[in-house]
């Protein structure tokens, strides 16, 4: 597969491919049972307002409807800005256990490192029981890393540096108890912190190399203060606090600030959290030669292969569907190619002359790849343009209607235990539900490969 180019390439390749290699495979770290969904499962993920961003929950749901589209899957996003695990305990029957779910996963830390340990997990255990009586399969999440340039001992902050022992205590709780447990900090945190290093230095260096900036202008002294009453002590003004120093753009932006990231940030927690639960990486793959001939398949079918005006051109149906990746993200495999290893999409062609082919999905372009990567197998999970792009924002949209008014309406009628509105609410939400769920189904792609390479 190529790694998907970009023009910046900031990292040195080494560099970013170790870094993802463990962001991934979580070194260090025991791997939980996989998670195995079944048609009709509902998974309610409750956690702080990193969660309730709807990003990386969104982008995990889309992982799973499209790669089990023959299943019926139900999520829905319990998260609330400041939450910790008193907070969770407090909202648990109305806000989690009156979805009806099958799956819990409790997403907290962030904010629980402001009290104590022992808090954060004695509220965690009465999380796993409250869960475990509903009945549901309770799965653990640790806090995702603070992108304030911290690294795994040397730390710039103290909020992420104690979300190292939180973390510890949570997977030793995991164990105690035989639940499933994500662990996001440890392997992101150099990832993160390493982008957030190498900013400030290009930061710096950029820089440097700029004419210096004029000689300020005197600066006016400020207006003496009032004089004091007879007979009392002159009080002297207070001084303005220090500003704390901005923290240095990452190298990749992440987008969102350093405790809730943006898309690309939460695409990265999102495959932390897949990898973690042993999601499947397998989508289908292809293999054709230059002359039109079909040499193997596997959970796809190929069709109508032939070759006409220049064109290798074939139709490919797929029994399930690669992980739709937002265009605006991209950047993130930057940091993170190995995500891609959690949706291997491959098309292999053999026989073509040396040099760039262009690439065309359902009449729109998709990219031009070289006659090389095409016969070693081209993961089409890297195109994020024509059609494959559409169908990706298309399924985010959807999810994320369903994920914030819709969710929004339902969880409020529940707190008022207002049985008209939550039926409205239930009635809107399956409604979305039906749609998504018919997005989500394989589509016929009709591929079309120039066969004379490009010339520049």
């Known amino acids: 597969m190529k790694i998907p180019q970009f023009p910046s390439q900031r990292f040195a390749l080494t560099l970013t491919l170790a870094l993802a290699s463990a962001a991934l495979s979580g070194i260090g770290f025991a791997a939980p049972a996989p998670l195995q969904l079944k048609d009709n499962d509902v998974w309610v993920m409750a956690g702080d307002s990193i969660t309730a961003q709807r990003l ?47 799956i819990v996963s409790i997403e907290l830390g962030m904010n629980d490192v402001g009290g104590s340990e022992e808090d954060y997990i004695r509220g965690m255990k009465e999380l796993i029981a409250k869960i475990r009586a509903i009945p549901a399969q309770p799965v653990l999440i640790s806090s995702s890393p603070v992108d304030d340039g911290s690294l795994m001992g040397d730390w710039r902050s103290p909020r992420c540096e104690k979300i190292h022992p939180f973390t ?4 030793k709780l995991a164990e105690q108890e035989n639940v499933l447990f994500v662990d996001q900090y440890h392997p992101l945190i150099d990832v993160w912190g390493h982008n957030r290093r190498k900013g400030a230095e290009a930061a710096a260096a950029k820089a440097a190399s700029q004419p210096q900036a004029p000689a300020a202008a005197p600066v006016t002294p400020p207006s003496p203060a009032p004089a004091s009453a007879p007979g009392t002590t002159p009080q002297a003004a207070a001084p303005a606090p220090p500003k704390a120093p901005p923290i240095p753009p990452g190298l990749v932006p992440l987008g969102g600030d350093p405790v809730h990231p943006g898309a690309v940030g939460q695409y990265m927690m999102a495959a932390t959290i897949l990898k973690s639960l042993h999601a499947p990486g397998a989508v289908s793959s292809a293999a054709l030669s230059a002359d039109g001939k079909v040499a193997s398949t596997k959970a796809c079918k190929i069709t109508d292969a032939a070759v006409k005006d220049g064109k290798l051109m074939f139709t490919r149906l797929d029994e399930t569907g690669p992980w739709p990746i937002l265009p605006a993200a991209r950047s993130m495999l930057e940091l993170m190619p190995s995500a891609l290893s959690l949706s291997e999409y491959e098309l292999k062609v053999t026989g073509l002359a040396e040099g760039l082919h262009r690439v065309s999905i359902n009449g729109k372009p998709a990219g031009e790849v ?24 298309a399924v985010a949209g959807l999810i994320s209607k369903l994920q914030s008014g819709l969710n929004n309406n339902w969880r409020a009628a529940s707190k008022a235990k207002d049985t008209e509105k939550l039926e409205v609410a239930q009635r809107e939400i399956t409604e979305t539900e039906d749609e998504l769920q018919k997005l989500v189904q394989p589509v016929a792609l009709n591929v079309e490969i120039e066969l004379a390479p490009v010339t520049r």
């Open 56 to 102: 990386h929950s969104n982008f995990i749901e889309a992982y799973y409807r499209t790669r089990f589209p023959h299943m019926r899957l139900h999520f829905r996003n319990s998260g609330i800005g400041g939450n910790r695990t008193s907070s969770i305990l407090a909202r648990f029957d109305y806000d989690v256990a009156a979805w009806k779910p099958t």
């Open 370 to 393: 070289s006659a090389r990567d095409l016969a070693a197998g081209w993961n089409l999970s890297g195109i994020f343009d024509g059609a494959l792009g559409e169908r990706s924002t």
């Open 168 to 171: 510890e205590a949570l997977q």
